[in-house]
Structure formats: C-alpha cells, structure tokens
C-alpha cells in the first residue's frame, strides 16, 4: 500500500519533461491536425464541433500516440525519481536502459529476472494505468488541443 501512495503522490507532483525537439509521436499529430483542419471546419457547424472532430475523430489515432507518450514519459521520470528498484533492495536495476519510443509512445523496460523487479514492474504496470493521466483529467495533451483550436480558427477566417 505504501508504494501506491508513493506512487500516487509523486506521479501529482512530477511535471511533464521539455524537450527541444519534439518526439515524433508528437510530430506525427501535429501534422495530422494542420492537414486536417479545413475538412474538420467543413464538416462542423462551430469552431468547438470543428476542433472536437478534428482532434477526437479525424486525428484520434496520432493524438493518442502522443498521449501515450506524455504518459509514458511522466511514469518513467516518476519512476526514476522514487528509485524503486534500490527501495524495494532489488539486486538489478529493472529501470537501467528504459526509454520511451519516440514512435509508439510505449514505455519499453527491459525484462525484469529477480522476484523483486518483477513486483516491481508489475507495481509500475498497475499504477500507470491507474494513475497515468496525473491531474489532467482530459487525456488529450493540451498542446495538442490548444493546436487543433488555433488550426481551426485559422480555417474558419480563410473560408
């Protein structure tokens, strides 16, 4: 139980990780809603239907990749930063060479072979679908919201 609340609270107080570059789940969705910003405003009859469709239905796929890597790369930090794997006195490291794809967006953690890295692992698997979305209760990154609604006012003032 002492790990849950662990996790829980440090998962609230660990930020989202800037990066220079953006990953190319990210990528991928951006294009996804520039591309598809003027269909979304033709098929909707407001800017609000227009941006929902466009980032809940035109571009559901990309946009939840890059939500599975804002998830993906806040457990990890979060996971670092409890070092469980020396709290639980494991013998190997079962977060040494984790890392986040910048493609899928999954969290890739090397197979664990102690009795104690796998609860661990299993403890981290568990907690992050409980708790992966921190306090956002939306799941979408707001990045990518704030974009699809920018895009689709600047479709709305070209048509």
């Known amino acids: 139980m002492r790990l849950v609340l662990t996790f829980a609270a440090v998962l609230a107080s660990t930020p989202a990780t800037a990066q220079s570059e953006p990953p190319e789940a990210v990528k991928s969705a951006e294009t996804c809603l520039r591309e598809n910003a003027a ?8 800017a609000a239907d227009a941006a929902a469709f466009l980032i809940d239905y035109l571009c559901a796929g990309p946009v939840e990749t890059a939500a599975r890597h804002a998830r993906s790369t806040n457990t990890l930090a979060m996971l670092r930063e409890m070092n469980l794997s020396e ?3 494991a013998e190997e490291d079962w977060l040494a060479g984790a890392v986040v794809d910048p493609v899928t967006g999954e969290l890739k953690i090397k197979a664990a072979k102690s009795p104690e890295a796998q609860g661990g692992l299993m403890a981290m698997q568990m907690m992050s679908s ?3 979305g921190g306090q956002n209760a939306d799941p979408r ?3 990518l919201r ?3 609604g920018r895009l689709v006012q600047d479709a709305r003032t070209r048509q």
């Not at 269909?39 to 407001?46: D, E, L």
């Open 39 to 46: 269909n979304a405003v033709r098929a909707s009859s407001g």
């Open 130 to 132: 409980l708790f992966g």
């Open 146 to 148: 704030e974009l699809a």
């Open 87 to 89: 709290e639980m006195g």
């Open 141 to 143: 990154p707001i990045a």
